[in-house]
């Protein structure tokens, strides 16, 4: 036997989770479902906020961290009756994104980032804007969510910059029961790996728990990210190995999962 064949594979995923599953069982693994992404709530109030503050207020600076910020903004400022001046604000400032899907929104608008994280993770975009000059007074709109929008504040604010924080959406906690699951399968080292396709999964598995999590993934359960983001975030957690695919899709990180097993028994 070789390959995923008898693998116990954990799923952390809550979008996509049942296609990674099957994946995982065509490739003759044993997957099992921990969904710990959280629900995504999108919050209309507080966006309509934005958008009126976005609209009438200064910035030297729009900065865009997910696709789902951006369009959540839009759909709001469309309803409102305001899609062109946001679009038309948008365009007028400097601009600077992370993330594949934040760039492909700009392109059905026909906009270019003056600036954007070479390798999608929000350090690298930090450390560009760091190199600007005359950051003191600059006025950053930064769209952000719950999970690292104080850390991201900070750091802006430490350069010099003025930040407002625009949050669209926010994720809920999730479920208890499941989250404490993972946790004691990963602890008891009962899943050969466990996949994980969000830093939120990850920071959210981490959050109040003990060290034996690090010790299971630096011992004999496999860290799989999808994505650099989610990576980073694992390897931030001082899990020496984590298992990243050539490209952040899911069938093609099913497939490499496969052929890495292959070669530790070949």
Not at 115 to 144: C, E, H, W, Y
Request: proline share 3%.
């Amino acid at each position: 036997m070789s390959g995923l064949a008898n693998k116990k594979v954990g799923i952390a995923a809550t979008r996509k989770a049942e296609e990674i599953s099957t994946l995982v069982k065509k490739n003759g693994g044993q997957p099992s479902l921990f969904s710990i992404q959280g629900e995504q709530v999108f919050d209309d109030l507080t966006c309509e906020q934005n958008i009126a503050a976005l609209l009438t207020e200064r910035f030297d600076y729009i900065i865009l961290t997910t696709g789902i910020g951006a369009s959540s903004l839009e759909r709001i400022a469309k309803e409102k009756g305001y899609e062109t001046e946001f679009i038309q604000k948008v365009a007028a400032t400097t601009l600077a994104i992370r993330g594949s899907k934040t760039f492909n929104w700009l392109k059905q608008h026909s906009l270019s980032p003056d600036f954007i994280s070479s390798d999608g993770t929000m350090k690298d975009l930090l450390a560009t804007l760091k190199k600007q000059p005359n950051k003191t007074g600059q006025r950053v709109f930064l769209q952000a969510y719950n999970q690292d929008d104080a850390l991201l504040k900070d750091a802006l604010q430490h350069m010099g910059y003025e930040v407002y924080l625009a949050k669209p959406y926010f994720y809920r906690a999730p479920n208890r029961e499941t989250l404490a699951s993972l946790q004691n399968h990963i602890i008891h080292q009962s899943l050969d790996a466990v996949i994980f396709t969000s830093k939120t999964q990850v920071q959210n598995l981490f959050n109040a728990a003990d060290e034996r999590l690090g010790q299971a993934f630096n011992e004999d359960v496999l860290a799989v990210a999808v994505g650099k983001v989610t990576a980073q975030e694992l390897m931030d957690r001082q899990i020496a190995e984590v298992f990243l695919p050539t490209k952040p899709k899911m069938g093609r990180m099913v497939v490499e999962l496969k052929q890495y097993y292959q070669q530790l028994v070949g």
